[in-house]
């Protein structure tokens, strides 16, 4: 193998992904969702919904179905969809009503077929409704979002905590067993003084953010609650702020913890408050979980902040069972290597399965910390999220992947979501049906501004035969879906994909001869992420699971590119992506690298060191990072930045590695996936690999 190899490595072209991305981006400006594969999760168009729901919010593995179960189990490809549903970069249609299926409760869309008399037939259970439909708009889209009614909401009640109070507590007036419903959206933090490092360095930058307009705009109550043994928190009195202090035995908080987010000056009170304490005492797991329970309960959705480090055993499964509108997000300091890791330590799941985010810190470095807190604060977010997804004839679900526990299969609820969220469905077929299929995902959620609403997702997808199947897949859609799949199940990426060609060869291109390679066009590209996948050092789970699918193909295959490509171009859309290999690095030049989470910039050895020193300085954490000023490299390097973030609507840490200086340049030399990488063979000799398995099979 090794022989052949050598002599034939310089006759083989390996796929170029980055090529294929940048081809793919400049095709055509539009796109018309009744041509369906549709552009790569990487690529902007602007999209004109012609039957079929927005690519933007749904993406299907393959676009024409097989005609039966056996087709589909031979070929070996996963039949996913894999839902955005609060994706920014689509439009929904606004309708005043629903009209429903009396049979199956699926919605009127696009897809129904209207009869003479007005009655209709239902595309997903193809079953006859006698009474008229009501809204004859709705017809007409295939993407729509209408409100609901508001649900009756009672006074929440709480038990009393008894006549046991100090003083203080008694004349709190905190301790009632009624109080008013919250109808918007609270956001909470959440303050561990046992993490004393981690506490003090938020605390500025949570005030920043609350005078931030678009935090204002999202969450107009904030409170804040200091974890101390007990809990203490703070309440507005005669216009001065008051400290309220509770025993961990009665913890009882209400909506009178609650500022107006745009109230800065009782704001910095409690941060300077805050700021003063020095008393450390062990939270007590009974206090945290009440809190949270108090919240969910007195507000129509919440999002919590929590800063702390302690490991601590929490039944998230039950806390989780009564609390289905609130997000909890962990800021802890990573303590794998000091503390021995307990298996009861169970913080990281309730937040994982409250749809949160985990954001772990080295000691006493932060740098992370203001843009990870404004990835969750200054984000448009959806609460309460309830699926249900319906699909004709032949097809059915056999999984549902998501940050949940509630992921079965005739409902999935989710206590949050932004626009990068997905939610993933795992379909089968049985038996044999040529007919069309269709699919509707129905989602009620409760929006940023308190209303209940409910969008509705659908799709068409014809069936044919196994040339027809391959010739309209989504590489990067399987990619994903492989992915989340594996996470679950440990499966093999690389046998999965294996199969896929043995399968394409011996149906639709058995005349090649057995010494010629040969890949389906519509998913060539996929050797070049699935060799990745296995270069990766570390893989975060939890992350990968709310990873939609460009971020998932980013997260294995980098864009790269050049400092100077960009300055020529000015917009990244037109700026060629580098392939990823030492030798697209020119000693000479700047590199940004972005793999959706954080932005490398990479500077060779031969870069001008006066150059470098305009660029870059040393922060007070010690760290380089990129200088603010008007002069032309800063504005473009800044520029850069910002249009990442922009794109993944979120701020990214940026390290600065200097070839030879910097302790962070193996971290992106690992990027360079496809050279050989931990002993593992390089892209060419990959694809050569992978050959000689399919000839096998």
């Known amino acids: ?68 179960e056996y087709t589909l189990e031979a070929c070996g490809l996963p039949l996913s969809l894999i839902f955005t549903p609060f994706n920014d970069k689509g439009v929904f249609n606004l309708i005043s009503e629903l009209d429903y299926c009396k049979f199956c409760r699926s919605c009127v869309n ?40 508001m649900p009756l909401t009672e006074s929440p009640k709480f038990k009393n905590p008894g006549q046991n109070n100090s003083a203080e507590e008694a004349s709190s007036e905190l301790f009632y067993p009624q109080v008013n419903f919250v109808n918007k959206p609270v956001f909470i933090f959440m303050f561990d003084m046992m993490s004393p490092n981690l506490v003090a360095s938020s605390l500025e930058i949570i005030e920043n953010l609350t005078r931030d307009k678009n935090f204002q705009f999202l969450y107009e109550k904030v409170g804040f609650l200091v974890m101390n043994g007990g809990i203490m928190t703070f309440c507005c009195s005669n216009g001065h702020v008051k400290k309220i202090r509770m025993p961990c035995e009665v913890p009882f908080i209400s909506p009178r913890i609650l500022f107006d987010s745009s109230d800065s000056h009782s704001i910095s009170q409690i941060i300077d408050e805050i700021k003063k304490f020095k008393e450390r005492k062990t939270m007590e797991c009974n206090v945290f979980v009440d809190c949270v329970r108090h919240i969910s309960a007195f507000s129509v959705a919440s999002k919590i902040a929590v800063f702390s480090s302690q490991p601590l055993y929490i039944n998230y499964e039950d806390v989780l069972s009564d609390v289905k509108n609130s997000c909890i997000n962990l800021f802890k300091i990573d303590q794998a290597d000091i503390l021995p890791k307990k298996p009861n330590n169970t913080f990281d799941e309730l937040s994982f399965y409250s749809s949160g985010s985990v954001f772990k810190y080295s000691q006493n470095n932060f740098a992370r910390l203001n843009a990870d807190i404004e990835s969750i604060a200054l984000v448009k977010a959806a609460f309460n999220v309830d699926f249900v997804l319906k699909a004709s004839n032949n097809v059915f679900k056999n999984h549902v992947i998501g940050s949940t526990l509630y992921d079965n299969l005739t409902f999935s609820h989710f206590n949050h979501m932004t626009g990068n969220i997905p939610v993933t469905f795992g379909l089968g077929i049985s038996g044999i049906c040529k007919a069309t299929k269709y699919v509707q995902l129905q989602i009620k959620f409760t929006d940023y501004d308190g209303t209940r609403k409910m969008r509705l997702l659908n799709h068409s997808f014809p069936t044919g035969l196994p040339s027809q199947v391959f010739s309209n897949l989504s590489f990067d859609t399987i990619f994903a879906a492989l992915v989340k799949r594996h996470i679950f199940d440990e499966s093999d990426l690389e046998k999965a994909l294996t199969s896929f060609l043995v399968y394409y060869r011996s149906k639709c291109s058995n005349n090649t001869s057995n010494s010629q390679f040969v890949l389906p066009e519509s998913i060539k590209c996929l050797p070049a992420l699935i060799q990745a996948f296995y270069k990766k050092n570390a893989i975060e789970k939890s992350k990968l699971v709310n990873f939609n699918v460009e971020q998932n193909l980013r997260y294995f295959y980098p864009r790269l590119f050049s400092l100077s490509e960009y300055a020529l171009k000015s917009k990244l859309l037109e700026t060629r992506q580098l392939r990823l290999s030492v030798n697209s690095l020119n000693e000479e030049d700047i590199y940004i690298l972005e793999n ?102």
Do not use: W
């Open 1 to 68: 193998m090794e022989s052949f190899q050598s002599k034939n490595r310089k006759q083989i072209k390996a796929p170029d992904l980055p090529e294929e991305i940048y081809n793919d981006q400049n095709k055509t400006i539009g796109y018309s969702t009744s041509n369906p594969p549709p552009f790569l999760s990487t690529t902007e168009r602007i999209v004109s919904e012609a039957k079929n729901s927005d690519p933007n919010f749904m993406r299907s593995t393959m676009y024409t179905f097989p005609t039966s």
């Open 110 to 149: 696009c897809f129904t077929a209207i009869n003479n008399n007005g009655s209709f037939t239902c595309n997903i259970c193809q079953k006859l409704n006698d009474s008229p439909i009501k809204n004859k708009e709705n017809i007409h889209f295939s993407s729509l979002e209408a409100l609901l009614p």
């Open 596 to 697: 959706s989470q954080t932005i490398f910039i990479y500077v060779p050895r031969s870069v001008d060191r006066e150059f470098v020193r305009k660029l870059f300085k040393t922060d007070s954490n010690g760290r380089l990072c990129v200088i603010k000023s008007e002069d032309e490299e800063n504005v473009i390097l800044n520029n850069i930045i910002e249009e990442i973030n922009t794109h993944y609507n979120m701020g990214m840490n940026v390290e600065v590695c200097i070839a030879g200086d910097s302790l962070n340049e193996p971290d992106f030399l690992m990027f360079m996936c496809e050279d050989s990488l931990n002993s593992l063979p390089d892209y060419v000799d990959y694809i050569f690999k992978l050959h000689f398995k399919v000839q096998k099979g």
